[in-house]
């Protein structure tokens, strides 16, 4: 599209980035593969100011579930959602992720209609169109006892902090490891240890980049 600009056509409301589809295959080498061309496409795109009116529409076949007997098809995909989803957070109203059925040819009309809705993320299936919404759920009356330890990335963080105390107070836990870059020397990280340990807590503390293999 950028080359397509340069070459004198008009700028269009909407381009359409279709994601390669991969149901099948070595799972981390197609994630790793994929996400990296979609992360070139879309700072390509955000790059490029003739395209600020613009918005990009991500498309990808089955990467998300809308609920039970909707499976995820392709997990490379359902990677690319999860990067395209930060590249809205910093750009908003620039880009919509669209997740269309596996199988089926694409169809224009029900893609345009879906973008029309203004909704940043879209599953189509059959001619429904549906979108996450976060609902309020009615908390189990019963503690759940989790046997074994649960680990927490992050877990010396701030918000690692409170997923740590949820998990003991709502959930029993009573083994934890927060796992952190600077593990037990993090700002803080004694303290927690000693609140969660004065819960009934087994808190194991490590440091370790979960982003290095």
């Known amino acids: 599209m950028v080359t397509a600009v340069e070459g004198g056509t008009p700028v269009p409301e909407c381009v359409v980035l279709g ?3 991969n149901p099948e295959g070595p799972v981390v080498g197609l994630a790793h593969e994929v996400t ?4 070139e496409q879309v700072q390509r795109w955000l790059g490029e100011e003739r395209l600020g009116g613009s918005r990009l529409v991500v498309v990808t076949r089955q990467a998300v579930t809308t609920g039970s007997g909707d499976p995820v098809v392709d997990l490379p995909g359902a990677a690319v959602w999860g990067l395209v989803r930060s590249a ?3 750009n908003p109203d620039r880009i919509t992720l ?3 059925e596996y199988g089926l040819g694409l169809d224009l009309g029900v893609l345009a209609g879906a973008v029309a809705t ?4 879209l599953a189509v299936r059959g001619s429904v ?3 996450p919404r976060l609902v309020r759920r009615r908390a189990a009356a019963d503690v759940v006892v989790v046997e074994g330890p649960v680990l ?3 877990g010396t963080g ?4 409170v997923v740590a105390r949820h998990l003991v107070r709502s959930y029993g836990v009573r083994h934890l490891v927060l796992a952190s870059r600077r593990g037990e020397r993090a700002a803080g990280a004694p303290e927690l240890v000693a609140e969660l340990s004065g819960l009934g807590a087994r808190v194991t503390v490590v440091a370790c980049d979960v982003s290095d293999r």
């Not at 990296?36 to 992360?39: A, E, I, R, S």
């Open 19 to 21: 994601v390669p589809h």
């Open 98 to 100: 669209v997740d269309l």
């Open 118 to 121: 203004g909704e940043p993320q």
């Open 152 to 154: 927490v990335t992050g």
């Open 129 to 131: 169109v549906r979108v």
């Open 88 to 90: 809205q957070s910093e």
């Open 158 to 161: 701030g918000l690692g902090g």
């Open 36 to 39: 990296v061309w979609v992360l």
